[in-house]
């Protein structure tokens, strides 16, 4: 079974259509992958440029015109993306679920936190803010907007608030502090009474 080559006019339109696609994610971004703009871009880019040379090669494609290469890390919209995710990180570390999860993290067991997710949770706040940083706008696109962990951060710490804490055991160097702070505040040494 022989297959039949694309007549020029479907390779036209397929031209328009990706030419379309470009032009889009030029304008707004896309925010369904996990890359920069500029990489899908230029990949586009690319497959025009075959397009066209396979067009040209059938005698069409004269006047279609190739979109400019753009730089890797371009980001449509990036002050736009850089503004939402610090709205959202702001917004994350000011609600009280959070500043309570954090309180009470130190003190719960490695079941408890298995059990309630805090340290993913936690992480992903704190995941938002290094990108933020960074600057990294594809992880900021991704997951800087607002409200998007505010109920997740909410079940956690409802998890949280119906747990038990265990007193955690003091460690060598408290210990140590504490043996050394014998004295009572207010109270007199033996070095009081010393005639100098």
Known sequence: MMVQAKPPKVWEQEFARLSYEWEKVYAYGDADSMCTDGAILNRI??????????????GGGGVLAIPPEVQKGFMACADEIRMQAQSAVQEYLALEDYRYMQAVL???SPKQKRNT??????GKVRGLADALAEDNLVVLREYGTPGMFSEIIAETAKKLRGLSFKALPVSET???EIKEDWQVEGQMSIYDLAVV
Not at 117 to 122: A, K
């Open 117 to 122: 997710h805090i340290l993913e949770v936690s």
């Open 106 to 108: 130190p003190k719960l």
């Open 45 to 58: 880019r690319q497959e025009l440029i075959e397009m066209k040379k396979k067009l040209d090669e059938m």
């Open 174 to 176: 408290e210990q140590e």
